[in-house]
């Protein structure tokens, strides 16, 4: 019988597991989420800040270009003419010393033409109607800077591509005196800024963050199933017990009711029992004169025993009674055994070997219970070795307690029985109650000491007994 089906296996902490693994995964998503959020925030203020510096840095270029250029160049040369090399260079050079240690990718100066006039990009000048839309806004006097972006859809959607620039085009303007500036529009100046670094240490950061949080969840996770895992094996452990000791309660409670039962049937069966054996015993003394070789009164004798046998086992079983604690020599009671078993030991073959210790003490113990007892472990012993052998007892003392050991060379017990062979009612005979050893456990328990089985090295089985010396005081 299984005492504990799987599906009643207990899990108390099921809903602890599945409420913190919910509210992880949302913790999760949850720094996903802020991290995005996060990205979006810094990415925005790195972007206006750019496009503040520059707007500083063309405010700047516009100052020095209208200072150190338009105006020497007007005066020197009369006329404005970039393509000219001499005034050429001194707008690189104006540009550059202007530009000096500022990030700036890509200097290009429109005319009022759209062609462009001056670039760090040598390639370019001279060209024609390339300036776009933020060109016509800056020719009417407006700033713009767009985002310029290059990379795969990933990069993309992450906010994130390999290529990011800013791109700011604002009008060049002729500057009055000690004024703001304000003058009329000269041409326009384009400037582009590499802002891919910027964004990569953002974005660095951020999956730092992200990574940090799920290494530091997923420990919080492992420390908690570990403390999930001891604590169901905890309750799991005492639930069994509890289920353990509510089974013994119950078995309890059937012995001792089945106890009250047996005592009365036994009873009731007993006298009419005593009738038929001593009636069938009448009968084969008649019988033994005129049909001798008639052996159905001989029958009915022996299973009458036999059934007394059985009635007043399961009486001993079920309803034992308590010890009549008396001064008794074990040894004594064991010979007491031994010579009533004698002529079955003369007529089958067995040998009995006995080891007495020789200052042994008395013990405390009911001796027809302890002699019962013996009984049942010696007929075991010999009902396993059905073609005779040798019996070893051996009876030593130490620690106020009395070892009694029974060895016999039989078949021994098969590993699968081991767990089996105290239950009520287990026998592997044909003939056997399997109460024997039942009645073993509980007279010697009741006298405070315990029995024990096991398999012998080479053959048969070992019973040993312990019993206290001074129980019952
Ligand atoms: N000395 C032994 N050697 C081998 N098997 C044993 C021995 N003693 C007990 N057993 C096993 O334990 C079972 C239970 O024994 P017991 O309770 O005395 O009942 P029964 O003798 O009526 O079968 C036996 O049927 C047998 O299988
Ligand atoms: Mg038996």
Redesign the pocket.
Known sequence: MNLYPKEEKIKPFRLVKYFTFSSLILIFVGTIALSFFNTYGARTMQQKKSEEYARLLIENLNHQVFLQFIIPVALKFGKIQLREKEQFEIMDKVVRSTLHSFKVDMVTIYDMTNTISYSFDQETIGKKGIGGKGYQDAVSGKSTSTLLQRGNWLEIFLGFPKDSRLVTIAPLRAEKPLSVISGPVLGVVEIVQNLSKDYKTIFDFQVRVILTSTVVMGMLFFVLLLVVKRGEAIIEKRALERLRLKEQLNRAEHLSSLGEMVAVISHEVRNPLGIIRSSAELLNKKMANYDPNNSIPSIIIEESARLNTIIT?FLEFAKPRSPQVAECRIENVLEKNITFLESQIDEEGYGIENHYQNDLPTVKADSDMLYQAFL??L???M??MPDGGKINIEVHSANNAVTIC?E?E????PEE?MG???D?F????E??????????KNIIESHGGTVQ?ANRTDC??R?TIELPVEYGV
């Open positions: 086992d049942n472990i007929i075991n012993a009902q396993a029974f016999d039989g078949t021994g017990i029985h089996k062979i105290w009520p287990f026998s592997t005979k003939k056997g109650t399997g109460l024997g050893l039942g009645i073993v089985i048969g089985a019973v």
